[in-house]
Nanobody
Framework: HVQLVESGGGTVQTGGSLRLSCAAS????????VAWFRQAPGKEREGVAH???????GYADSMKGRVTISQDNAKNNVYLEMNSLVTDDTAMYSC?????????????????WGQGTQVTVS
């Protein structure tokens, strides 16, 4: 089992930046891929970015070019650096692990989820 704890959310003005963190613990075998998802009120959850343990990364089109996902050397923390934020980026951001993969990308069918961190862009 994997425990995931997000932090770093908050309120930021349009054009601002935030850095989200996902602290992971537990089974390393279950943390081969860690992904960030977001869900805005009334909208479906969508993937934002993912990082594979070997360092490969992937980004969803919605935020491509404005986000960078990274992990620390110990692979215990995954970060999501977000820039040029707009109001449409307002959502609950959650990290997840043990996700079903399709074409090398994690789907929202994940076994392990953090509690989420709210990002509000005003």
């Amino acid at each position: 089992h994997v425990q995931l704890v997000e932090s770093g959310g908050g309120t930021v003005q349009t054009g601002g930046s935030l850095r989200l963190s996902c602290a992971a613990s537990g089974s390393t075998a279950s943390r081969v891929c860690v992904a960030w998802f977001r869900q805005a009120p009334g909208k479906e959850r969508e993937g934002v970015a993912h990082v594979i343990r070997d360092g490969r990364t992937g980004y969803a089109d919605s935020m491509k070019g404005r986000v960078t996902i990274s992990q620390d050397n110990a692979k215990n923390n995954v970060y999501l650096e977000m820039n040029s934020l707009v109001t449409d980026d307002t959502a609950m951001y959650s990290c997840a692990a043990k996700c079903a993969m399709v074409s090398g990308r994690p789907t929202g069918a994940c076994t392990c989820w953090g509690q989420g961190t709210q990002v509000t862009v005003s």
